[in-house]
């Protein structure tokens, strides 16, 4: 039988590396009460390394970016849409690369179904999404597993990358400025995505509006002009300026359902 200590630790591993389930979900996977999840969750509170949410908590400290599967439920039809006009981009029989991240994500389950397709990704979802579509040839960029982005990194999957070349790349990001770039939480996915952008015929970032602009954290990827940013017509005016006069292409796409301004 799993320890109290025990199982402590194992709900911050959670915490730090994929997302912290709910209350109702940690009590299922460690057979234990509600309760029982509750007094752990408030115990870790007390030693300063979980900070209590409704229904659960989140880690402090070691990884400061939300997990993918908390970020995929954020600005879901923003991403959507952002996505759909992605995959009318893609042509039959190009050569495409896929970012991690869940805006990317949405885009791989858009081109599920296509045919004559070769899509390369160090994105886990993408893999996912696109392992029954038989019209898709999928290789994978192996390396180190960030669980907290479910994206493979370091020096393997650079190495692959100097090897190979797209007719387009389609990059994510935490956070993206006209003046500094791609913003993420971690230094390999900074590097990784700057190699990206280099090894693309056509590049795209694909971020939602509320993403424009943003500083989260402190790794930045300069990705070298000409770009397209693909964002929602929510995005802020200014911020839309601010990226045209930089330089960069900018695609506003409309929610369906949504009127525009």
């Known amino acids: 039988m799993t320890t109290a200590k025990t199982r402590r630790e194992e709900i911050y591993h959670l915490a730090v ?3 912290l389930a709910s209350v109702e979900e ?9 309760s029982t999840i509750r007094r752990d969750l408030a115990q870790l509170n007390e030693e300063g390394k979980l900070a209590r949410t409704y229904g659960g908590a989140v880690a402090l ?7 993918l599967r908390q970020r995929t439920g954020q600005a879901f039809e923003q991403k959507h849409a952002i996505a759909g006009w ?14 991690g991240g869940s805006t990317v994500g949405a885009l791989a389950h ?10 390369t990704t160090p994105g886990i979802n993408t893999l996912q999404e696109l392992a029954d579509s038989p019209g898709i040839q999928v290789d994978c960029l192996g390396g180190r597993l960030r669980g907290v982005s479910q994206t493979f990194v370091g020096p393997l999957a650079e190495a692959a990358l100097e090897r190979m070349s797209f007719d387009r790349v389609f990059l994510g990001a935490d956070a993206v400025t006209a003046d500094d770039g791609l913003c993420e939480a971690d230094h390999s996915q900074t590097r990784l995505k700057e190699l990206m952008a280099r090894r693309g015929d056509a590049v795209y970032v694909l971020a939602d509006s509320s993403k424009l602009g943003k500083r989260p954290f402190h790794a930045w990827a300069r990705i070298p002009l000409p770009w397209t940013l693909v ?16 330089g960069v292409r900018v695609e506003l796409v409309r929610i369906e359902g949504k009127a525009t301004a």
């Open 231 to 246: 964002t929602d017509a929510d995005a802020d005016p200014g911020q839309v300026a601010l990226f045209r006069n930089a």
């Open 17 to 19: 590396t994929t997302g």
């Open 86 to 99: 992605a995959a009318s981009e893609v042509k039959d029989g190009e050569n495409i690369l896929l970012d």
């Open 61 to 67: 400290g070691a990884h400061p970016e939300p997990s």
């Open 26 to 34: 940690l009590s299922r996977h460690f057979q234990v009460t509600a």
């Open 110 to 119: 858009a081109l599920r179904g296509r045919e004559n397709l070769s899509v």
